[in-house]
């Protein structure tokens, strides 16, 4: 017995995805001791980087998604981009044209904003305690 017809993929139509940014979006309310990625609950910083992506014309290949808690709270806002698994944190609007066309066009980290290592989900990261700036 032959498969029912479905949708068939065509990179003509449906390009693979480069890249998918994954922006935190968790809000908690203010004073938090683990800090909040986005306070207002309106995703500002998703907003700039779907905005960004097309003025640089990748958003057909790169995705920008709301994410919930990534759990790197002490860094927020927080940014992760897959598959490269590059982590940044503490990203602004304002740097959403260099994380565009520095990292997502030209491939290069932002040592800048990229979350060291050791600090991923590392439960005894100094920031969690409070310890680093």
Known sequence: MESPPGPTRSDEFMPAFTHH???????REPGHPRGSCD???RQPLRDAFKKE???AGVARTTRANHAGC?????HGPVVAI???G????????EDVPRIVARTIVGGEV???LRIADGCLNNPDCPHRAGTAG
């Open 82 to 84: 897959y598959p490269q």
């Open 39 to 41: 306070p207002g609950g």
């Open 21 to 27: 940014v994954f922006v935190c979006g968790n809000a």
């Open 86 to 93: 590059i982590w940044y944190g503490r990203v602004t609007p």
């Open 70 to 74: 990534l759990d790197q709270c002490e």
């Open 110 to 112: 932002l040592e800048d």
């Open 53 to 55: 992506l097309k003025k």
